[in-house]
């Protein structure tokens, strides 16, 4: 078979690592392997991967060295032509003129969003990994560039607590992860943060600050309050603006992170997961398997159908929220 693989919406550190692990095993397999670049805007355009020797098609020795890599080396877009049924068609009409049989995807909800569409109108087989730093789809514990997500912005806090220390004050870090509380829980958990604000419960201003009086009294210098980005008290800066109208006891400074957990070299975890997980999409193609999402849970390699990934929220464990809210004391 001609097995396509392309990353697609927001890049995630692991996705290299997974490239690798698809196009080895897929070739391993017996397959021949077509890197589409800059995901489905790529597709349209017929912008495919080209080898030393001038071919379009990925070998064993395109995919040397990557796993440390972040970023994507197939590079990755999110494409508003794609999501016209005018684009679904002319992707379709690409995928019979380069002879592709089936495709695995890297990426998340919007990516599977787009991976049922295309099912739809093609009858090639398609199977994907979840690349993503927000950890927001369903049918695997974590997503690939989570972790690495997760460890940068611990540095990042670390650091911040060293000045919040210094001059006795308050920061809050806002964090990615769209409309999943994920990344900044396992990161106030992780940073030893006083206060988490996430879209997954409910943000009281006034509560805050009589936890944040209560810690003052009993000695506290320095406070770290992440904030998910899609928390309903609306980010990081408003929630200061709200915190200080309350009383406050700490002079405040503000934080947003954005984009600089997105790059860098993945950490070992998100290697090994994007390893298995690319590595068990590439058999799932190989078995005739179609329509599904590679994940782990439970150190288990599973497949779950593209619709169940993201059709509900996935929740937040309760019992790390509980062990936060117990050791911010
Ligand atoms: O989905 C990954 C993510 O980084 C989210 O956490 C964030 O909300 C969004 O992408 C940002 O998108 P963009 O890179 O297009 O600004």
């Given at each position: 078979m001609r097995v396509g693989v392309f990353c697609s919406g927001g890049d995630a550190p692991g996705m290299n690592a997974c490239l690798r692990a698809i196009v080895r095993s897929a070739i391993t397999a017996g397959h021949e392997v077509v890197g589409i670049r800059r995901g489905y805007q790529g597709l349209l355009d017929e912008d495919f991967y080209v080898n030393s020797n001038g071919e379009a098609v990925m070998r064993l020795r395109s995919v040397s060295n990557l796993s440390k890599l972040g970023g994507t080396k197939l590079r990755s877009s999110r494409s508003e032509e794609f999501r016209t049924e005018a684009g679904q068609q002319k992707a379709v009409d690409m995928l019979g003129k380069h002879r592709i049989d089936a495709l695995i995807p890297i990426g998340g909800d919007g990516t599977f969003h787009g991976a049922v569409a295309l099912a739809r109108r093609w009858k090639g087989q398609i199977i994907g990994c979840p690349g993503t730093i927000d950890n927001d789809l369903l049918g695997t514990d974590f997503t690939i560039g989570f972790a690495t997500a997760v460890y940068t912005a611990v540095e990042a806090l670390d650091r911040l607590?060293?000045?919040?220390?210094?001059?006795?004050?308050?920061?809050?870090?806002?964090?990615?992860?769209?409309?999943?509380?994920?990344?900044?829980?396992?990161?106030?958990?992780?940073?030893?943060?006083?206060?988490?604000?996430?879209?997954?419960?409910?943000?009281?201003?006034?509560?805050?600050?009589?936890?944040?009086?209560?810690?003052?009294?009993?000695?506290?210098?320095?406070?770290?309050?992440?904030?998910?980005?899609?928390?309903?008290?609306?980010?990081?800066?408003?929630?200061?603006?709200?915190?200080?109208?309350?009383?406050?006891?700490?002079?405040?400074?503000?934080?947003?992170?954005?984009?600089?957990?997105?790059?860098?070299?993945?950490?070992?975890?998100?290697?090994?997961?994007?390893?298995?997980?690319?590595?068990?999409?590439?058999?799932?193609?190989?078995?005739?398997?179609?329509?599904?999402?590679?994940?782990?849970?439970?150190?288990?390699?599973?497949?779950?159908?593209?619709?169940?990934?993201?059709?509900?929220?996935?929740?937040?464990?309760?019992?790390?929220?509980?062990?936060?809210?117990?050791?911010?004391?």
């Open positions: 607590r060293d000045t919040a220390e210094s001059h006795e004050r308050l920061f809050l870090v806002e964090v990615m992860g769209r409309h999943s509380g994920y990344i900044a829980l396992y990161t106030a958990l992780a940073g030893g943060a006083e206060v988490v604000a996430l879209p997954e419960t409910e943000t009281n201003v006034p509560h805050i600050v009589q936890h944040l009086q209560v810690l003052k009294a009993r000695g506290k210098k320095s406070i770290m309050i992440v904030v998910a980005e899609g928390d309903e008290a609306g980010g990081a800066e408003l929630l200061n603006d709200n915190l200080k109208s309350a009383g406050c006891p700490f002079q405040t400074r503000v934080l947003t992170l954005g984009h600089l957990q997105r790059g860098g070299s993945p950490v070992p975890d998100d290697r090994i997961l994007a390893s298995r997980l690319g590595d068990f999409a590439a058999q799932a193609i190989t078995e005739g398997e179609t329509g599904a999402m590679a994940g782990v849970i439970n150190h288990r390699l599973i497949l779950t159908p593209f619709t169940d990934t993201y059709a509900k929220h996935k929740p937040v464990p309760e019992e790390l929220l509980e062990l936060l809210r117990t050791l911010s004391a």
